[in-house]
């Protein structure tokens, strides 16, 4: 007899069990991970806090500054050479008017000696021509003193003949001829009398022209003479001589850069600034320099307006002496103030302003964790933020980097010994 045999397996509704169970498992999952999308669990020795408070606050930007000298000189060679003696070494402080180097230039002092010959000779034929017109002068002075001496004794003869011929005593051509020869005499010195004055206004005038041109001459003589000792560098001021780098026997050129003198007696700083900062920046501003943990007080001395890669640059002079340790060249940073200190909200600078902009932060909550809020900064200084909205005073805030949870609404924060 045939049986009838059934068929195993499960039913339906357990097909339908087994599927709501997959179903609640795969939702549950969703939730989870949009869940965890959302928050991200940190502990919070890896994160910086700081509190919000409402305190004194001036806004200041950190700029980078280079220590230069108030007064430096460069050295340049007024005449060029080769490098004979070298006379002191870099770094050496110097007087002014110290010879520094010595170049030797044959084909100058070859030129020097022709040219002195020839001005020496020029300057010879001129006071020679100046002796000759001396005696010029001599003899038309001899020349008239004679004459009027003539003229004196010719008048006595005269005023002698004149009562003799009234006495009948001499002839009248003897007469006549004493008068004419008074009247000859008479013409004689005041001819020559008109000559001393011309040749003396002519004489006057070639003097002048003489004493000018032997002036110019011993002066052109003078400045070739110069040109001599210009082999020899001077230091032009007092100071500390700086890029004096060179070899004997090195040629150096007319006008090239042989040193540089830097009056160490005062310093300053040359800054470069934001271009965004160049219509808050005005002379006399204030500015604070640290240096070995000593503050010193500076002012903006003058601005050059000039933008090159985005920066302008200022100059800051010290409000009172110098910082013993400065030295040209040596960097420093400057806090330079853009208003005076009043009462504001501040946030404590950090990390976070890279990843949020300022336009968020994570506030710590009581209950342990933190939550992402927008807030408004505004002004700054070199270690807080101004806080204009989002945040009260007490509160606390994440400013470490947001690198890992910028995208995260929550964090929750967890002990270091967080197991």
């Known amino acids: 007899m045939d049986r009838v045999i059934e068929k195993k397996g499960l039913s339906p509704k357990v097909y339908y069990s ?10 549950t999952y969703a939730f989870v991970s949009s869940t965890s999308e959302s928050s991200y669990r940190i502990q919070t020795d890896k994160l910086r806090i700081a509190t919000v ?30 490098v004979e003696a070298l006379l002191v070494e870099d770094g050496t402080f110097v007087q002014q008017g110290q010879p520094i180097v010595k170049l030797n230039n044959k084909a100058l002092t070859l030129d020097f000696m022709n040219r002195e010959t020839q001005i020496v000779e020029q300057i010879n034929n001129l006071r020679s021509t100046r002796i000759t017109l001396d005696q010029n002068k001599r003899q038309v002075q001899e020349q008239l003193i004679d004459q009027r001496y003539q003229l004196q004794e010719q008048q006595r003869q005269f005023n002698i ?15 006549e001829a004493s008068r004419t020869a008074v009247v000859y005499l008479n013409e004689r010195v005041a001819l020559l009398e008109e000559r001393s ?23 052109n003589l003078q400045a070739i003479k110069q040109n001599l000792e210009d082999l020899t560098v001077k230091a032009p001021i ?98 330079l103030l853009l208003s005076a200190a009043t009462k504001a909200l501040v946030l404590k600078k950090g990390a976070f302003y890279q990843e949020s902009g300022g336009k968020y932060v994570f506030v710590v909550q009581e209950d342990g964790t933190a939550v992402k809020r ?19 005073s007490g509160e606390e805030v994440i400013i470490s980097a947001y690198t890992n949870f910028s995208n995260i609404e929550k964090l929750i924060l967890e002990s270091s010994d967080y197991d």
């Open 238 to 335: 007092s100071g500390q001589l700086n890029g004096f780098d060179m070899q004997l026997g090195e040629t150096k050129q007319r006008g090239e850069l042989i040193a540089r003198v830097d009056d160490t007696t005062g310093f300053r700083v040359r800054a470069q600034v934001d271009q965004y900062y160049l219509n808050r920046i005005t002379n006399e501003q204030a500015a604070i320099m640290t240096i070995s943990g000593q503050a010193y007080d500076l002012t903006v001395s003058r601005i050059l307006p000039t933008v090159v890669n985005n920066q302008f640059e200022v100059i800051l002079q010290f409000a009172d002496e110098n910082p013993p340790t400065v030295r040209r060249g040596q960097n420093v940073s400057i806090k």
């Open 197 to 219: 004055k011309t040749d003396e206004l002519y004489r006057a005038s070639q003097l002048e022209n003489i004493d000018a041109s032997i002036d110019m001459m011993q002066r």
């Open 161 to 175: 003949n004149q009562s003799l011929y009234n006495d009948s005593v001499i002839s009248s051509e003897e007469f």
């Open 53 to 82: 408070a409402y305190e004194n606050f001036e806004e200041s930007i950190p700029i980078n500054g280079t220590v230069e000298p108030k007064h430096s000189v460069q050295i340049d060679a007024s005449e060029g050479g080769v």
């Open 18 to 27: 087994i599927g709501g169970v997959l179903l609640l498992a795969l939702l």
């Open 374 to 392: 927008d807030i408004v900064l505004g002004a700054q200084n070199t270690t807080h933020y101004q806080v204009i909205e989002g945040l009260e």
